[in-house]
């Protein structure tokens, strides 16, 4: 039997299965109206949607941690397996990240779609329990281990003792939000409508966020909003540092909204110890070092943080599964 990890996030879903390279992909299809069915995958799915004209949609597979719509999903997850020489999941044995900000039938749902490809057995696993396995620490251990899992749309803090969820914490403050802020931001400054591609490259590689580092500025291009024509305008970090401050601020409350919620013993266990920021979000220069400052606490960061999820399922599974699964 072979055992398959999957981590389905609202940006990039990754699959392992076994020790085998992890596959990345981008969580999006394109999907055929006439025929009712996935045609494409990833990153060349948008590409067959313009081609196809009328024929097809741009899927977005996940939202905000649930299924944005379920057979999408089953299509995406099946060409996905196709894609490393597997034709479903038969025979199977599949644990998956269910965010703590989906309800349980958003979760039961997301299950469906494995089962459906013949997956047996299929276990959800939460995420800050995979983040925290992921950073190689001791899920099943005693001291509480806080992670901060930023994604595309969600920020996640958990904490972790005894390999359950002590405390968790969820809020819609993920990197499309600073992106969507830095976008509102040029369009007020500049009269200019970006793209989220140039709204990504302000944010990482313009915005330093933590607070000692400010003044730089760049040329940017986006459509006019007198003309829609393409123009160019000129942006600062100040003016950007401004704009992602409400995200910022929703992204701290979060944590310390997690924290409140954790017994005093784990509170104590986090102000000794700190927590760890993991997630695609993590990589923003200048993040840890600002949620450092606004907390108190120390901020750590691993390598390859976007990778922790996927695996820590796998750690997750190869300790004690029968003790942590839901």
Request: glycine share 8%; with cysteine.
């Amino acid at each position: 039997m072979a055992f398959i990890t999957v981590d389905i996030g609202s940006s990039q879903t990754r699959i392992q299965v076994g020790s085998e390279p992890i596959l990345v992909v981008a969580s999006e299809a394109a999907y055929d109206l006439d025929r009712k069915e996935v045609r494409v995958i990833g990153a060349k799915a948008s590409e067959e949607v313009l081609r196809s004209g009328s024929k097809a949609k741009l899927v977005k597979i996940m939202r905000q941690g649930a299924p944005a719509d379920p057979e999408a999903v089953s299509g995406f997850l099946k060409l996905a397996l196709r894609s490393i020489g597997i034709r479903s999941f038969a025979r199977s044995e599949v644990l998956f990240a269910a965010t703590t900000h989906a309800s349980q039938l958003d979760t039961a749902s997301l299950k469906r779609c494995f089962e459906d490809l013949n997956a047996k057995p299929v276990t959800p696993l939460e995420t800050p329990i995979a983040a925290t396995a992921g950073i190689n620490e001791d899920v099943l251990g005693e001291i509480g281990t806080m992670t901060v899992v930023v994604g595309e749309s969600l920020v996640e803090a958990g904490i972790v003792s005894f390999g359950k969820l002590a405390a968790r914490a969820t809020s819609p403050a993920g990197i499309a939000s600073l992106r969507n802020a830095i976008r509102e931001s040029v369009k007020i400054t500049c009269d200019l409508v970006i793209s989220e591609e140039v709204a990504n490259d302000i944010l990482t590689q313009l915005v330093d966020v933590q607070r000692g580092h400010r003044g730089a500025q760049a040329k940017i291009w986006g459509r006019s909003l007198a003309n829609g024509e393409s123009e160019s305008g000129i942006i600062t970090e100040d003016v950007i540092f401004d704009a992602i401050v409400p995200s910022l601020d929703l992204i701290t409350q979060t944590i310390i909204d997690c924290i409140s919620s954790a017994p005093n013993q784990l509170v104590t266990d986090v102000a000794d110890r700190g927590l760890w920021l993991l997630g695609g979000g993590a990589r923003l220069v200048g993040l840890a070092a600002e949620l450092e400052r606004r907390l108190g606490v120390q901020v750590h960061s691993i390598d390859e943080p976007e990778l922790a999820v996927i695996r820590g399922l796998s750690v997750v599974h190869a300790t004690a599964p029968a003790k942590i699964y839901w």
